[in-house]
């Protein structure tokens, strides 16, 4: 199932630049209080979570939403304090791959494309788990990996789910040195109800 374009993984690189490897709080505007809470929902309400306070939010630019396909529509909430990043893409499917709310066959593609995808174009993309999830009957995968991306080492934890005529990708992205505020983010996002597809997928079959 072809649902990642390379313009997804451009998208990455470009949100990763955000992070401000380098110099992020030179890059961001001062600020006197931290921005409140932000509800995000996908999927008609499927699928929804709270970010901390901290982060702002900004509409993916009218050609990187195209580029995601005709109606894709994402926004960027970045966290410029902590170092990190959430991009959540919503993307149209085509009839022949519409899921039900909790479609293996659909799920286990979708992860094969992103995962082929990411070792394709990173050289040292490592694939660190896999997760299962259902959220309130939607079935969730969620991949972690790490990788070079912007310049420097990085945390990534990516959700893929779909249901009926739409398909949802939130990548949260942070420095390699923030691993427990990472955690704690995906956690959130995840609840409790993530379960390990595979013990160790970086490793590949045994």
């Known amino acids: 199932m072809s649902i990642f374009n390379e313009r997804t993984l451009t998208l990455t690189l ?6 401000g490897l380098s110099n992020l709080h030179a890059a961001s505007k001062p600020t006197t209080r931290l921005a409140p809470e932000i509800n ?6 499927k699928f929804s979570f709270n970010l901390p306070a901290g982060f702002t939010a900004s509409p993916l630019s009218a050609d990187e939403q195209s580029s995601e396909g005709a109606g894709s529509v994402g926004t960027l909430y970045a966290n410029a304090q902590e ?6 893409v919503e993307k149209p499917l085509p009839e022949a791959s519409r899921p039900g ?6 799920l286990d593609g979708a992860v094969s494309g992103f995962v082929n995808r990411q070792s394709a174009e990173l050289p040292d993309f490592r694939q ?7 959220l309130n009957g939607l079935g969730v995968r ?12 990085t945390l990534n934890s990516t959700f893929i789910a ?5 398909m949802a990708v939130i990548q949260v992205i942070s420095r390699g040195d923030q691993a427990s505020g990472h955690a704690a983010l995906v956690k959130r996002i995840a609840g409790e109800s993530s379960m390990p597809v ?9």
């Open 14 to 19: 470009a949100v990763v630049g955000l992070l």
């Open 40 to 45: 995000v929902t996908v999927l008609g309400g």
């Open 83 to 88: 170092r990190r990043v959430v991009m959540v």
């Open 101 to 106: 709310d909790n479609d293996d066959a659909f």
């Open 128 to 134: 660190t788990g896999e997760s299962r999830l259902t």
């Open 142 to 153: 969620q991949v972690d990996s790490t990788a070079t991306l912007g310049g420097g080492k």
């Open 162 to 166: 779909g249901s009926g005529d739409r």
């Open 198 to 206: 595979s013990e160790s997928p970086e490793n590949g079959s045994k």
